[in-house]
C-alpha cells in the first residue's frame, strides 16, 4: 500500500498573494460580499440533507427523492446514463475503466508527483515536457520577436497574449498534416511584472494600451511530434489570430439591441469593443469555443459616483469599483468611469463565442446566456440535439446557472448547418439552481466533526429565468434578466454556493461537476459557521460537488446532487474522496478548472492552495472500484497558479499561468525564473507533458 502523499511547510506561503488578489480579481475577497439577499446559503441546505446509505462507499446506490417525486438513482460507481432509476453500478465500473490495478485507474497509472514548492513545472517519472508557446511570442503574420524592453501595443496584437487560462484543442483537415487548432483565453494582466518601472498609481498611455492588447483570446497552429506529445506552435499562420481589449465583438440575441446595452459609442447595442478576464470556457459539438468573462468589474472605475439609487445597488451587486481601479484605465478611455458611460459595464460578463476556424469572424457575447462572473460554459447534448450549458458564477455566495437551447444542433459541415449552429445560443431558457435537503443541521463543531451517518446528498430544482423576450421573473423584464441576472436569481431563491467556478459535465456519463473553491469567509462575525460540507470553519479548501440530471435528461427542471470530494489533507477527519481509503490519495486544496480524459476520469486544477505546496494538477476517478483515487500529476512554479487543463491520451496540457507572482515581486526582483530561466523575464506560458515511451499517459 502506498504511503500517504506528505504535505510541506512553504516558506513563501501557500495560496493567493496579494498580488494575485489585486491584479487577478481586483481584491474582490477582500471586499463586501455582493450577495447580501436572503436565499439560503447552500452550507444550510447541504447540512439538511440527510443520506439512507454511505455515499462515499464507492459501491453504494444512494436513492434520493426528486422534485417531481420520482425517485433517482445516484450509483457510487458514476454512472447516470441510464432513464431507468435501478442503475446498473458494475456496467458503470466497467465504463469508469476501473479495477484491481495495483497501478491505479486507467487513465490514472503515474507516479504521481509529491506535493513541493520547486521553482518549475514538476512532472511524474517517464515523462517529458515542453513549453509550447510563450507571452509575447509572434503568431500573427508581421509581428516581431518579443523584447520586453521594446513592447508596444502594435507588437502584442499579434503576439501570445498574458496569463492563458482555458485551452481548447481542435482538429485541422487532412491538409494539415499532424495539426491542431490551439484556442487560449487571455485572463488578465500583472503590469508589474511585465513593465520595468511600472508605477502602479501612474500608468503610461503606452503600457495601458499594451495591456488592452495582451487580454483576449488567442488562435494559434500547433504542430504535433510524430514521436512524443510534444507541440511546437506554427508562428504566423493563416489560421492564427488574436482578439483583444479593443477588437470588435457583436452582442446578440434577447438582450442585444437593447437600452441597457446602449452607449454613446454604439447606439445599436450591439457592438462592444473588446472581451476582459476570460477565465474558463468550453467546445462545443460543432466546432466553436466558448469563453467567460470572469472579474470584468474590476476594470470599471467610480460607480460610487453613480446617484440613481436603483443603478447603483446594480453596480454594487456586481462588485463594481466605488472609486479609481486598479489599472487606472478609465485615465484613457472614458468607457471605463461607469459614471460618463453608465452602462459600457454591461457589456462585460458575457459568454464569448468564437469560430476558431474562421480568422475573419466576429465572436458573439450571447446574452441568452445571462450575465455574471462567467468561469465555465461547457455544453452538454440532449437526446434530440438540443445544446445545455452549465454555468458558474465565481463569487462568494452566488449561483450556479443553465441555459438550455430551444434548437437542434444540424450536423455536417455544409454553410447552412454551421450558420445554424451559430444560433443555437441565442434561443432558449435561463435557469438557476435551487438545492434543498431533508434532514436538520446539527452536531458541526467547526473542527471537523461529522455528522453520525457522515454522508451528504440532497435534491433540487431549476428555476426558470427568462425565455427569449418572455421575463419568469416578477418586476423585472427579459432584458433586466439577462443583464441583471444575479439580482434575478436573487429575487426566485436560487441557492448560495461556495465560489462555483468551472463546471464540467462527464461525457461518458452526464454527471456534472462542480469545483467550489473555498469560502474563507465561514464562520467569521455574522456569517455562516461550520455546517455539513464544510465542517470547518474559516473553509480554505473547497470541494466538488456531483450533480446528475432526473433521468439523465439535461433539459428537466430536476437533479439530484452530493459531494464527491471534500479537498485538504487527507489525514483530516472532514476531507472526502468519495470512499477512497484516503492514506492512498494525493493532498488538494482549492479546486478550481476541471476536465475529463476519455476514460473517464475528472482532472482537476488548484488555485491558490492552502496545504504549503505550489498548486498543480490532479487526476481522480469517478466510476469503478477505484473512485476517489486522486493523484498529482504536476505542479507548476513559484506564484504559479495551474489552469486549462486539457487532456488527450497523447498529452496533457496547462496553462501555467502568472508565475512569479508573488508579494514584492516585479521584473527588476523576479520570484520566479520560469520559464527561460535567470535574466529572463518571467513569461506565463502552455506546457505540454507526455510519456517518454510514447505510450498514451495513464495506461
Known amino acids: 500500500m502506498r504511503k500517504l502523499l506528505p504535505l510541506i511547510g512553504n516558506p513563501h506561503g501557500g495560496g493567493r498573494s496579494a498580488l494575485t488578489c489585486r491584479y487577478r480579481c481586483g481584491d474582490a475577497c477582500f471586499h463586501e460580499v455582493p450577495n447580501t ?6 452550507g444550510d441546505v447541504i447540512a439538511r440533507a440527510y443520506s439512507r446509505r454511505s455515499m462515499l462507499r464507492s459501491a453504494a446506490v444512494v436513492t434520493v427523492a426528486s422534485a417531481a417525486g420520482t425517485a433517482l438513482t445516484l450509483s457510487g460507481n458514476g454512472s447516470s446514463a441510464n432513464a431507468n432509476p435501478a442503475i446498473d453500478t458494475q456496467g458503470a465500473a466497467t465504463a469508469g475503466g476501473a479495477g484491481g490495478n495495483a497501478d491505479g485507474a486507467r487513465g490514472l497509472r503515474f507516479k504521481p508527483v509529491a506535493p513541493n514548492t520547486a521553482d518549475k513545472v514538476t512532472i511524474p517519472e517517464g515523462h517529458e515536457q515542453n513549453v509550447v508557446i510563450r507571452w509575447g511570442d509572434p503568431i500573427v503574420k508581421g509581428a516581431p520577436a518579443f523584447n520586453p524592453d521594446k513592447q508596444t501595443a502594435a507588437a502584442q496584437a499579434g503576439q501570445f497574449g498574458y496569463n492563458n487560462d482555458f485551452l481548447s484543442l481542435l482538429p485541422l483537415g487532412d491538409d494539415y498534416e499532424r495539426q491542431q487548432l490551439l484556442v487560449a483565453n487571455h485572463e488578465y494582466t500583472d503590469e508589474i511584472l511585465m513593465f520595468k518601472g511600472y508605477d502602479p498609481a501612474n500608468p503610461t498611455r503606452e503600457q495601458v494600451e499594451i495591456a488592452w492588447a495582451a487580454h483576449g483570446l488567442g488562435v494559434v497552429v500547433v504542430q504535433e511530434d510524430h514521436r512524443s506529445g510534444k507541440l511546437t506552435a506554427v508562428n504566423r499562420h493563416q489560421l492564427n489570430r488574436r482578439l483583444t481589449a479593443t477588437s470588435e465583438f457583436k452582442l446578440t440575441g434577447p438582450a442585444a439591441g437593447g437600452a441597457l446595452l446602449k452607449t454613446s459609442a454604439d447606439a445599436t447595442g450591439t457592438k462592444v469593443l473588446g472581451t476582459l478576464n476570460n477565465c474558463a470556457g468550453g467546445t462545443t459539438p460543432w466546432g466553436t469555443t466558448l469563453h467567460g468573462e470572469e472579474n470584468f468589474n474590476q476594470y470599471f472605475a467610480n460607480a460610487g459616483q453613480v446617484t440613481d439609487p436603483v443603478a447603483a445597488a446594480r453596480l454594487k451587486r456586481y462588485g463594481m469599483t ?12 472614458k468607457r471605463f468611469d461607469v459614471a460618463q458611460e453608465p452602462h459600457e459595464s454591461h457589456r462585460f460578463g458575457w459568454v464569448v463565442e468564437l469560430d476558431p476556424y474562421d480568422p475573419k469572424s466576429t465572436p458573439r457575447k450571447r446574452t441568452a446566456l445571462g450575465r455574471f462572473k462567467h468561469e465555465a460554459a461547457q455544453p452538454r447534448l440532449t437526446e434530440d440535439g438540443r445544446p445545455v450549458i452549465y454555468m458558474g458564477d465565481d463569487e462568494r455566495f452566488d449561483y450556479f446557472y443553465k441555459f438550455v437551447s430551444s434548437k437542434q444542433m444540424k450536423k455536417g459541415g455544409s454553410r447552412a448547418a454551421k450558420e445554424h449552429n451559430l444560433t443555437l445560443l441565442d434561443e432558449g431558457t435561463l435557469y438557476v439552481a435551487k438545492l434543498t435537503g431533508d434532514s436538520p443541521a446539527a452536531g458541526f463543531d467547526g473542527a471537523g466533526k461529522l455528522p453520525a451517518d457522515g454522508e451528504f446528498d440532497g435534491s433540487g430544482v431549476w428555476i426558470k429565468l427568462a425565455t427569449g423576450n418572455v421575463s419568469h421573473v416578477e418586476g423585472m423584464t427579459a432584458e433586466e434578466v439577462y443583464v441583471f ?3 434575478a436569481a436573487d429575487k426566485v431563491g436560487a441557492t448560495k454556493m461556495d465560489r ?26 455574522g456569517k455562516e459557521g461550520a455546517t455539513e460540507p464544510n465542517p470547518r470553519n474559516l473553509n480554505k479548501h473547497g470541494q466538488i460537488l456531483e450533480l446528475a440530471e432526473n433521468f439523465d435528461d439535461p433539459a428537466g427542471d430536476g437533479f439530484a446532487w452530493r459531494l464527491f470530494l471534500v479537498a485538504g489533507d487527507p489525514n483530516d477527519p472532514a476531507t472526502y474522496f468519495a470512499g ?11 479546486p478550481d478548472n476541471v476536465a475529463f ?15 504549503g505546496s505550489h498548486d498543480g494538477l490532479f487526476g481522480v476517478a469517478t466510476a469503478g472500484e ?14 504559479a497558479e495551474t489552469c486549462g487543463p486539457l487532456i488527450q491520451d497523447k498529452r496533457v496540457l496547462v496553462s501555467v499561468q502568472h508565475p512569479g507572482e508573488i508579494d514584492g515581486a516585479s521584473v527588476e526582483k523576479p520570484q520566479s525564473v520560469w520559464p527561460d530561466g535567470p535574466g529572463k523575464i518571467v513569461r506565463p506560458a502552455v506546457v505540454s507533458v507526455w510519456r517518454k515511451d510514447g505510450k498514451n499517459i495513464g495506461v
Do not use: M
Open 485 to 487: 441576472t444575479r439580482e
Open 322 to 333: 466605488t472609486g479609481a481601479s486598479e489599472r487606472k484605465w478609465e485615465r484613457f478611455d
Open 500 to 525: 462555483p467556478e468551472d463546471v464540467e459535465p462527464s461525457p461518458r456519463t452526464g454527471r456534472v461537476y462542480i469545483a467550489l473553491t473555498n469560502n474563507t469567509d465561514r464562520g467569521k462575525p
Open 597 to 611: 480524459d476519455s476514460h473517464g476520469n475528472l482532472w482537476i486544477s488548484t488555485d491558490g492552495n492552502q496545504l
Open 37 to 42: 439577499s436572503g436565499n439560503e446559503y447552500v
Open 580 to 590: 477512497f481509503p484516503k492514506e492512498n490519495v494525493s493532498p488538494i486544496s482549492c
Open 626 to 639: 477505484r473512485r476517489g483515487e486522486l493523484k498529482q500529476f504536476l505542479t507548476v512554479p513559484r506564484g
